[in-house]
């Protein structure tokens, strides 16, 4: 049943988790889908990003993202080849947030400094996809975006979480398959995916 959950999952990565949808076709109640998918982040195959939120009790009921942590894994585990990936977009994307992910989570552990991360998502449906936040709660925003062009409405999420965030928001990026970084308003700027090494 493992193998056969984690394939599942990987099927459902980025995107908010609903154990009693993600165990029914495998038979497993939703209690048993919670510990065994609580086994994989506990082995560092996958991880449960938290909704984020100004009030911490908020964060703590609502519903998690999944998120696998080796992106080759989840390409594998999808079927998803070279030429798969760039005949279908749509898993481009989901594989590509899957490596910004792992990619920030690797680089901050070499900081010394200790942060929280968490996605963003409100009523609307506005969301970011990677919320990061240091110590002092200083709040920096992260859109990934399989694209080689970004528009003005990639923005929309990052600028709701900067309302939100208030005086704790620091930067919204909009992570792009492009060249240039180009601003888009206070705080917020299009860069490409490469910028997160240089």
């Not at 989840?74 to 030429?83: E, G, I, T, V």
């Not at 409405?153 to 990052?158: I, P, W």
């Not at 240039?180 to 997160?196: D, E, N």
């Amino acid at each position: 049943q493992l193998p056969r959950l984690l394939r599942v999952l990987a099927h459902h990565s980025g995107q908010l988790v609903n154990y009693s949808g993600l165990g029914a076709p495998l038979g497993l109640t939703h209690v048993t889908t919670q510990k065994y998918t609580g086994l994989f982040e506990q082995l560092f195959l996958t991880r449960l990003l938290p909704p984020w939120s100004n009030n911490d009790l908020k964060r703590l009921v609502k519903t998690p993202k999944i998120h696998f942590l080796d992106s080759g894994l989840l390409a594998a585990l999808r079927d998803l080849s070279p030429q798969r990936l760039a005949d279908d977009r749509g898993a481009f994307g989901a594989l590509l947030e899957t490596f910004v992910l792992s990619e920030v989570l690797k680089l901050s552990s070499w900081t010394g400094q200790r942060f929280s991360f968490s996605h963003f998502r409100d009523k609307e449906q506005n969301e970011v996809d990677i919320v990061i936040e240091d110590q002092d709660r200083k709040t920096v925003g992260l859109e990934v975006k399989a694209r080689a062009t970004v528009a003005a409405a990639d923005f929309n999420g990052l600028r709701k979480l900067a309302e939100a965030a208030g005086k704790r928001f620091a930067l919204g990026l909009v992570l792009y398959d492009g060249d240039a970084v180009v601003p888009f308003g206070p705080s917020l700027f299009a860069a490409p995916i490469s910028a997160l090494w240089s």
